[in-house]
């Protein structure tokens, strides 16, 4: 027996020493803070054919009715070719390609601005994206750095179909790292009406029916300052925002790994912001059905966590009333959505004070074009 045990003791050191000397870097492990460099471009992989059924799955995880996004038929009647993809799946399917070299690492992403939606993107388009380091600023504990980037989504024509920076709070791999020169990027606080309706095609808003929309309020009906709860609610699973996630190819550890997690602040799987932001748009139909193309994000925050078994409430403000210069088939509403856990929102919650009500998870304020 102990010969046995010989020759398995030096087989096994063989097949150790051996594996060491064959160990290659391949892998990655994502960029941290230091790594990133102000004015650093960063062309993502992979390229991404966005299909009917993506758009399929989509509907299923959000419950998304805007009615020029779910009929072809609706959207021939007032002017499409066919029915776009959703504004938001294409924000997450050109974000979900950032990721893996932007925010694998990340503790949080925490904010949105500028960003425009170009150009309608179909089933059959393929999406790919570009980024740009435009700001950098190391926290206080060293531990993490905050990084901010331009990212921009192109179709298979290189035309550009989107444009936002976002901005993320990004682990440093060496908290005794130098940090780099502090650099935060000046945004601004709204975008201009002028600059929105590249994605949207001249439509008939005659064509754009009451009863098969489900919505009858026009761009006149609604007034700067009006507040609008949409009362309903949706709960949130743990399979369905991984799954979610998973169909933006969103690789952030933050929100799969419970092995890692577990072990982690809060001990459990953080849900993707954009969910929320996707539920709270979905939940937006009721009160805000006509309201069917996002034209661009002013501003965007995360303000709190979401965990699976949570429900989403929204509610929403007009914040504006604006004309697009040369068209008379749409306005735009400038609209501040407010989204809570656990809260129903016929008291419109948002802050207490100076800080913001416990419940509240995300504060996006954007504009939306709507028939006239």
């Known amino acids: 027996m102990a010969g046995i045990d010989s020759t398995e003791t030096s087989t096994t050191a063989k097949t150790t020493e051996t594996a060491k000397t064959t160990e290659t870097t391949k892998t990655s492990g994502g ?20 299909t009917a059924g993506d758009v399929s799955l989509y509907t299923a995880l959000t419950g998304s009715r805007f009615a020029v996004q779910s009929a072809d038929t609706f959207a021939e009647a007032i002017g499409y070719p066919r029915s776009p993809v959703d504004d938001l799946l294409v924000f997450h399917m050109v974000f979900g390609k950032t990721v893996p070299d932007i925010s694998l690492n990340a503790v949080a992403n925490l904010g949105y601005a500028a960003c425009r939606f170009l150009s309608p993107v179909y089933p059959g388009d393929t999406l790919s994206a570009v980024s740009e380091v435009i700001g950098l600023k190391e926290n206080s504990n060293r531990q993490t750095g905050v990084v901010y980037v331009r990212s921009q989504g192109f179709n298979q024509r290189g035309d550009m179909v989107l444009d936002y920076v976002r901005w993320v709070m990004v682990r440093k791999r060496d908290a005794a790292a130098p940090a780099p020169p502090e650099t935060i990027p000046v945004l601004p606080r709204a975008l201009h009406p002028e600059t929105l309706g590249d994605a949207c095609p001249a439509i008939s808003g005659k064509n754009f029916e009451p009863r098969l929309s489900g919505a009858p309020h026009r761009f006149g009906d609604y007034v700067a300052g009006e507040r609008i709860d949409h009362v309903d609610g949706m709960t949130v699973e743990e399979a369905e925002h991984q799954i979610a996630t998973r169909l933006y190819q969103n690789t952030a550890k933050v929100h799969f790994n419970q092995f890692s997690e577990g072990q982690a602040r809060h001990g459990r799987r953080l849900i993707y912001g954009g969910h929320v932001i996707s539920i709270a748009r979905a939940l937006s139909f009721n009160g805000l059905g006509a309201a069917f193309h996002i034209a661009a994000i002013n501003a965007g925050r995360h303000v709190a966590p979401l965990f699976a078994g949570s429900t989403i409430f929204a509610w929403s403000e007009v914040l504006d009333c604006a004309e697009l210069p040369g068209r008379d088939d749409v306005g735009a509403l400038r609209l501040r959505t407010v989204a809570t856990r656990d809260r129903p929102c016929a008291d419109f919650p948002c802050f207490n004070g100076e800080t913001y009500d416990p419940a509240v998870l995300l504060d996006m304020d954007y504009w939306a074009l709507i028939p006239r």
């Open 31 to 50: 960029n941290f803070f230091e790594d990133f460099t102000l004015g650093q471009v960063i062309r993502h992989a992979t390229p991404r054919t966005v």
